[in-house]
């Protein structure tokens, strides 16, 4: 299915006329149809007008998954505004950064934080109104209903932000992406052909709004005119019950999640053949987990590589290579590139092209890109070269079959006597043993080498690590270069709050008053 528009708020007005009946999105037992959802979208549009919104202007959201959020997003690209959706896992501190960065004008804020908010509202001095969703509070409702639906589309650019999501920020305060008309668009269109999602489909909605799995899987069902069912958490049993009952077809989860979900009681027993696609990413799957998915999951799994920067996804493994064992060095790949999406290993110092296999920077190509950091032209300038290639800050190789082995970031690469050391690697080799529940791989001084590997893990439960075995372990399964010198264990790792780990933290005690600078 193509769709030649260069404006998302097309994507709605299609499906309204010609599927007006039909069921568009389910959310806790609430179902809205094409039409209901249209006129609903254009009512937070009259009423976004009428509080003074033009052209440019921030709407922000903190909340649990509601569908507001996305009615707001769908609003915002209608009138020519910008939904900045906010990580509801940071600290007080982070979304009053989050919120005075996107210079959001109204906040719409879920029950679970009106509280938080109510503490820090004295320092979003650019927030002319809070609109509080959900709950005995709700003022959202009232508000959309008070409006007449405002049939007016603002006449977008492709290069529009329409959306707002801010990357992790591992190494200091998120930066936030601007995510236009031109790229979602890209993005869903490339992905529901490599898919094959049509409007027949049923596609769950349970990663974060924050989050492009979140948001940008929910354009991808809007783009396909696919039934869209919204989970408020992403709760183990919860979702395996969705994908049974729902007959969902398509669904993108995260490691952990699915980690989780492989240990409910009773999963193996479920109905999960209307599944096609699952999809997986955001952070390495460590093999254990991965076989018991494939166990519960055959023939279904897509294993994704994607960014903020690019609306997503870039590149997938699909199922074939998941389940053939003439291919299972794949396993621990990242596929190939989606349709519309070019790949290169370029050199991270000079920016040059490397040869087949040797290791660099990953550098993607695409319409999918964002348009830019919001306020931060020199980051922007940093990240996107003048020719259209983003700089993704990952290390990795390409092999001579396309497939992209993603290594790790750039700056957790390890340099010990001249050797480049990548941590994914070792971390790969550690999550294997029965000892280990959590495991993270750094970089620390060495007066000889410069630096060596030190494993950072957390026992499993009811295990003891020992120190010994464990680098036993790791010399029988890795090059001797490779292997750590060195294990400290922890009760848990450091993480921000879209989980991923805070090496810059493991690192900083070792690293203080040295000349390496700890990022």
């Not at 408020?232 to 077809?249: F, G, S």
């Amino acid at each position: 299915m193509t769709l030649q528009s260069t404006d998302v708020s097309a994507l709605l007005a299609r499906w309204e006329t010609e599927r007006p009946a039909d069921e568009a999105i389910r959310f806790e037992g609430v179902t809205r149809t094409w039409a209901e959802l249209a006129d609903r979208v254009r009512r937070v549009a009259g009423a976004l007008r009428a509080a003074g919104l033009v052209p440019g202007d921030r709407v922000a959201v903190l909340d649990l998954n509601h569908p507001s959020c996305l009615e707001l997003t769908l609003a915002c690209a209608q009138i020519g505004t910008a939904n900045a959706v906010v990580n509801f896992r940071l600290a007080p501190p982070e979304i009053v950064y989050v919120i005075n960065d996107a210079k959001a004008r109204i906040l719409f804020v879920g029950p679970e934080f009106a509280g938080a908010v109510a503490g820090v509202r004295d320092k979003l001095p650019g927030v002319e109104r809070v609109i509080h969703v959900g709950g005995e509070q709700d003022e959202y409702e009232a508000w959309l209903a008070a409006q007449e639906p405002d049939p007016q589309v603002h006449p977008s650019r492709p290069d529009d932000c329409f959306v707002q999501l801010y990357t992790s920020g591992t190494t200091g305060f998120p930066k936030g992406a601007m995510l236009t008309h031109r790229g979602m668009l890209a993005h869903s269109a490339n992905v529901a052909e490599d898919f094959e999602l049509s409007p027949s489909d049923v596609v769950q909605v349970a990663m974060p709004l924050f989050h492009v799995g979140g948001t940008s899987y929910a354009l991808l069902a809007l783009y396909g005119g696919a039934r869209m069912v919204m989970a408020r958490t992403p709760d183990p049993a919860a979702v395996l019950d969705m994908l049974e009952r729902e007959r969902i077809t398509h669904t993108f989860l995260v490691p952990a999640l699915m980690a989780a979900m492989t240990q409910v009681p009773g999963a193996a027993e479920r109905d999960f053949s209307s599944l096609r696609a699952l999809s997986y990413g955001a952070s390495p799957m460590p093999l254990p987990v991965m076989r018991a998915c494939l166990e519960l999951f055959p023939d279904r799994m897509h294993q994704v590589y994607g960014m903020t920067e690019a609306c997503g996804v870039v590149s997938s493994l699909g199922p074939q290579d998941h389940s053939d064992p003439a291919v299972a060095h794949r396993l621990i790949s990242a596929g190939t590139p989606i349709h519309g999406v070019q790949i290169e290993i370029r050199d991270p110092g000079t920016g040059e092209a490397l040869p087949t296999g040797e290791p660099g920077e990953i550098w993607v190509r695409t319409e999918q890109l964002m348009a830019g950091y919001f306020g931060k032209s020199d980051a922007t300038a940093a990240a996107i070269t003048l020719d259209g290639w983003l700089r993704s800050g990952d290390g990795g190789h390409m092999d001579a079959d396309g497939y992209i082995y993603v290594t790790d970031r750039i700056k957790d690469m390890i340099i010990s006597g001249g050797e480049n050391i990548y941590p994914a690697e070792i971390e790969r080799v550690l999550a294997e043993h029965p000892s280990v529940a959590d495991v993270a791989v750094i970089g620390v001084p060495d007066e000889r080498w410069g630096e060596v590997p030190k494993a950072v893990v957390v026992a499993a439960p009811g295990q003891t690590v020992d120190e010994a075995a464990l680098l036993a372990y790791c010399r029988e399964n890795l090059a001797s270069f490779k292997c750590p010198k060195s294990v400290d264990v922890l009760d848990e790792l450091p993480r921000n709050p879209t989980g991923k780990i805070l090496k810059k933290d493991l690192r900083k005690p070792y690293w203080e008053g040295r000349d390496r600078t700890v990022v």
